[in-house]
T-cell receptor, first 114, second 110 residues
Framework: DAGVTQSPTHLIKTRGQQVTLRCSPK?????VSWYQQALGQGPQFIFQ???????QRGNFPDRFSGHQFPNYSSELNVNALLLGDSALYLC?????????????FGPGTRLLVL | QKEVEQNSGPLSVPEGAIASLNCTYS??????FFWYRQYSGKSPELIMF????GDKEDGRFTAQLNKASQYVSLLIRDSQPSDSATYLC??????????FGTGTRLKVLA
């Protein structure tokens, strides 16, 4: 049973460019959340996708957008990259039952913006 | 006040000892609580979750929750050098996002 997968593992971009990160959830999971983790910090919630809709969003600008596909996989897009966008981007998948949900993380994509 | 607070450490314990990691949270409506372990350069790995007041044990790990005091802890018995990592506390307040602390770095000394 495959866990959460993410691609690519590493990425180097320059300021102003755009980037797309991809995530496939764990088998049986229908919900995907994206987090940004800067060095020495805890993960910060970007947004969550469920039934192909953005269900909740954290405190991130509109430069951060996403999409969820019918097979539950998801993409995170970041436009007009800033140096401060350099971080580990984590995808977490989950399935909510009885109002409770447990999130499992993928290996992450490390983004460096030069 | 931060929503989820953890002592950044490092917390150093000798091999075989009990490591005690603590976390406080500000939202009294928080419903579920999670401990993740993160090795350097890797992604967080779920260790335990707890929803009800009291203790929950899983192998060498025990999670403790006190909602009245807004406090959750993780005890690691018989600590091993392989337990050396950053431990992240996460809280879910009934919404769809987890709020993470900054993590406590644990060092188990051989």
């Amino acid at each position: 049973d495959a866990g959460v997968t993410q691609s690519p593992t590493h990425l180097i971009k320059t300021r102003g460019q755009q980037v797309t990160l991809r995530c496939s959830p764990k088998s049986g999971h229908d919900t995907v959340s994206w987090y940004q983790q800067a060095l020495g910090q805890g993960p910060q919630f970007i947004f969550q996708y469920y039934e192909e809709e953005e269900r909740q969003r954290g405190n991130f600008p509109d430069r951060f957008s996403g999409h969820q596909f019918p097979n539950y996989s998801s993409e995170l897009n970041v436009n007009a990259l800033l140096l401060g966008d350099s971080a580990l981007y984590l995808c977490a998948s989950s399935f909510r039952t009885g109002g409770l949900e447990t999130q499992y993380f993928g290996p992450g994509t490390r983004l460096l913006v030069l | 006040q931060k929503e989820v607070e953890q002592n950044s450490g490092p917390l150093s314990v000798p091999e075989g000892a009990i490591a005690s990691l603590n976390c406080t949270y500000s939202d009294r409506g928080s419903q579920s609580f999670f401990w993740y372990r993160q090795y350097s350069g890797k992604s967080p790995e779920l260790i335990m979750f707890i929803y009800s007041n009291g203790d929950k044990e899983d192998g060498r790990f025990t999670a403790q929750l006190n909602k009245a005091s807004q406090y959750v802890s993780l005890l690691i018995r018989d600590s091993q050098p392989s337990d050396s990592a950053t431990y992240l506390c996460a809280v879910n307040a009934g919404t769809y996002k987890y709020i993470f602390g900054t993590g406590t770095r644990l060092k188990v000394l051989a």
